[in-house]
Protein backbone atom coordinates (compact mmCIF):
# COMPACT_ATOMS: atom_id res chain seq x y z
CA UNK A 1 0.00 0.00 0.00
CA UNK A 2 1.33 3.50 -1.06
CA UNK A 3 0.59 6.19 1.44
CA UNK A 4 -0.94 9.18 0.24
CA UNK A 5 0.72 12.19 -0.75
CA UNK A 6 -0.80 15.06 0.61
CA UNK A 7 -0.25 17.04 -3.06
CA UNK A 8 -2.32 14.34 -4.56
CA UNK A 9 -5.14 14.55 -2.18
CA UNK A 10 -8.55 15.81 -3.92
CA UNK A 11 -9.76 18.27 -1.95
CA UNK A 12 -13.06 20.58 -2.36
CA UNK A 13 -11.98 23.99 -3.54
CA UNK A 14 -13.95 27.00 -5.33
CA UNK A 15 -14.29 26.72 -9.08
CA UNK A 16 -13.35 30.43 -9.37
CA UNK A 17 -10.60 31.47 -7.48
CA UNK A 18 -9.32 27.71 -6.28
CA UNK A 19 -9.72 28.70 -2.44
CA UNK A 20 -10.74 25.82 -0.25
CA UNK A 21 -12.12 28.41 1.83
CA UNK A 22 -16.02 27.45 1.26
CA UNK A 23 -18.95 26.78 3.09
CA UNK A 24 -22.11 25.42 2.36
CA UNK A 25 -25.65 26.22 3.01
CA UNK A 26 -28.12 23.41 3.04
CA UNK A 27 -31.81 24.26 2.45
CA UNK A 28 -33.38 26.30 -0.36
CA UNK A 29 -34.81 23.74 -3.80
CA UNK A 30 -31.68 23.61 -5.38
CA UNK A 31 -30.39 21.52 -2.17
CA UNK A 32 -26.46 22.42 -1.46
CA UNK A 33 -25.26 25.58 -2.16
CA UNK A 34 -21.75 26.91 -1.73
CA UNK A 35 -20.27 29.76 -0.62
CA UNK A 36 -16.88 30.86 -1.12
CA UNK A 37 -15.40 32.85 1.64
CA UNK A 38 -12.22 34.34 -0.21
CA UNK A 39 -14.14 34.99 -3.90
CA UNK A 40 -17.82 35.23 -2.61
CA UNK A 41 -18.81 32.42 -5.30
CA UNK A 42 -22.13 31.35 -4.65
CA UNK A 43 -23.47 28.44 -6.80
CA UNK A 44 -23.91 24.34 -6.21
CA UNK A 45 -20.88 23.69 -7.81
CA UNK A 46 -17.52 22.66 -6.51
CA UNK A 47 -14.70 20.80 -7.68
CA UNK A 48 -12.67 18.38 -6.82
CA UNK A 49 -8.80 19.13 -7.11
CA UNK A 50 -5.45 17.84 -6.23
CA UNK A 51 -2.72 21.09 -5.45
CA UNK A 52 -1.53 21.27 -8.70
CA UNK A 53 -4.47 22.37 -10.18
CA UNK A 54 -5.78 23.96 -7.27
CA UNK A 55 -2.19 26.30 -8.07
CA UNK A 56 -3.80 26.60 -11.82
CA UNK A 57 -6.69 27.97 -11.15
CA UNK A 58 -5.49 30.47 -8.29
CA UNK A 59 -3.26 31.61 -10.88
CA UNK A 60 -5.78 31.95 -13.46
CA UNK A 61 -7.80 33.96 -11.21
CA UNK A 62 -5.23 36.21 -10.25
CA UNK A 63 -4.42 37.41 -13.81
CA UNK A 64 -8.15 38.14 -14.25
CA UNK A 65 -8.13 40.52 -11.58
ZN1 LIG B 1 -13.73 31.51 -4.69
Given at each position: ??????????????????????????????????????CN?????????????????????????
Open positions: MNNYLSDKQLIEVCPVCGSPNIDYEVGGYIGKVYHCKNYTGALVIEAEKEMIDAIKEDFEKKE
